[in-house]
């Protein structure tokens, strides 16, 4: 069981805008920023988005975050089938003194 | 260009120990926060314990808390995780993790090193 909630799977066809949520408490993401990581087939996760909404050099602006009270979200814009991965979200959390997951999404290119 | 490399992984019974290490280059390692995450087979991730640039801040998951030692050495850029006790459930891809300079998980990864944990 996972601190962070995320939906196990999500879909969308390519071009298309597609969410996916991250719910959390008020010991973690209602009061620490959120990243968001993407981990393709057989490789390691990447960074995303961090602190909330910022995105590492590279990442195409497709790809956005953001927060609000305990819960954050990622959006990607114009779908494409290279999207196809897992997508976890994190954040440290004050009462366990940890950075805590999400289970993770599994993203689908319909 | 920043590489993490991680080495120590193997096959190991339970209650036995294992030290991995992470090899950095690419970065001035001592100005870094590092951090080890792992991943069970066909499971999620899981941040396991991080370390602060001069090794003086330590923090550990609950499930590591007691059993794992994390430690650096920033003259030979090499982070470590000394894994005592192990159990079945350790048993998972190790990655070694570097913070950004704002303190923020993740921004490379290692390709990571396989704990497996089995009689």
């Known amino acids: 069981q996972s601190v962070l909630t995320q939906p196990p799977s999500a879909s969308g066809t390519p071009g298309q805008t597609v969410t996916i949520s991250c719910s959390g408490s008020?010991?973690?993401?209602?009061?620490?920023?959120v990243n968001w990581y993407r981990q393709l087939p057989g490789t390691a996760p990447t960074l995303l988005i961090y602190t909330d909404n910022l995105r590492p050099s590279g990442v195409p602006d497709r790809f956005s975050g953001s927060r609000s009270g305990t819960s954050a979200s990622l959006a990607i814009s114009g779908l494409q089938s290279e999207d196809e991965a897992d997508y976890y979200c994190?954040?440290?959390?004050?009462?366990?003194?940890?950075?805590?997951f999400g289970g993770g999404t599994k993203m689908t290119v319909l | 260009e920043v590489q993490l490399v991680e080495s120590g992984g193997g096959l190991v019974q339970p209650g036995g120990s294992l030290r991995l290490s992470c090899a950095a280059s690419g970065f001035t390692f001592n100005n870094f926060a590092m951090a080890w995450v792992r991943q069970a087979p066909g499971k999620g991730l899981e941040w396991v314990s991080g370390i602060s640039k001069s090794g003086s801040n330590i923090h550990y998951a609950g499930s590591a808390k007691g059993r794992f030692t994390i430690f650096r050495d920033n003259s030979a850029n090499t982070l470590y995780l000394q894994m005592n006790s192990l159990r079945v459930e350790d048993t998972a891809l190790y990655y070694c993790?570097?913070?950004?300079?704002?303190?923020?998980?993740?921004?490379?990864w290692g390709q990571g090193t396989l704990v497996t944990v089995s009689s």
């Open positions: 994190a954040a440290w959390d004050d009462s366990l003194e940890a950075w805590v």
């Open positions: 008020s010991s973690n993401i209602g009061r620490k920023t």
């Open positions: 993790v570097k913070y950004t300079s704002g303190t923020s998980l993740g921004d490379y």
